[in-house]
């Protein structure tokens, strides 16, 4: 078979260093998009994208030759250089690592609104809860004393 024939779609979050609050309404809002368009350069798509201002959510369906590493890497290295030369003086950064979760078809639309609802389901979560429990539902190993360093 000359072509690989995929669908991938991988659920990330992440957060910003020290899980300080720096995405403002105003930086969210340009800064997505711009998320969206580091994606598409790297022939990706993006189904969902949501957050809070300490930490993002995306969703993406990503090609097969395209490892999640690389990705995360363009993803946070890209928007991260951007916002600091866009805003100058922000001091913005991304924390090191990230939580990423496959998820199958038939999964989609219910991580997109999960995603999308971000700002109401943190009414009633902290994001350190909400991370444990994606983990835990994922069933990643983690040791909860490196997690939040």
């Not at 910003?16 to 969206?36: A, V």
């Not at 939580?99 to 199958?104: D, I, N, P």
């Not at 609104?113 to 109401?120: F, G, L, V, W």
Request: proline share 3%.
């Amino acid at each position: 078979m000359p072509s690989a024939y995929t669908q991938n779609f991988y659920h990330m979050v992440f957060s910003t260093k020290h899980r300080i609050d720096l995405i403002s309404p105003d930086l969210e809002e340009r800064l997505y998009p711009f998320m969206g368009g580091i994606l598409r350069d790297l022939r990706c798509s993006l189904f969902e994208i949501g957050g809070m201002p300490d930490h993002v959510h995306l969703l993406v369906r990503y090609r097969a030759d395209l490892c999640h590493s690389d990705m995360l890497r363009h993803i946070k290295g890209r928007s991260s250089k951007w916002v600091n030369e866009t805003f100058a003086g922000r001091g913005f950064a991304w924390q090191e690592g990230y939580g990423g979760f496959t998820v199958s078809k038939s999964a989609v639309d219910g991580v997109r609104a999960y995603i999308a609802d971000q700002k109401e389901h943190h009414k009633s979560m902290d994001f350190r809860t909400e991370y444990l429990e994606l983990l835990r539902r994922h069933g990643v190993e983690f040791d909860e004393a490196e997690l939040f360093k």
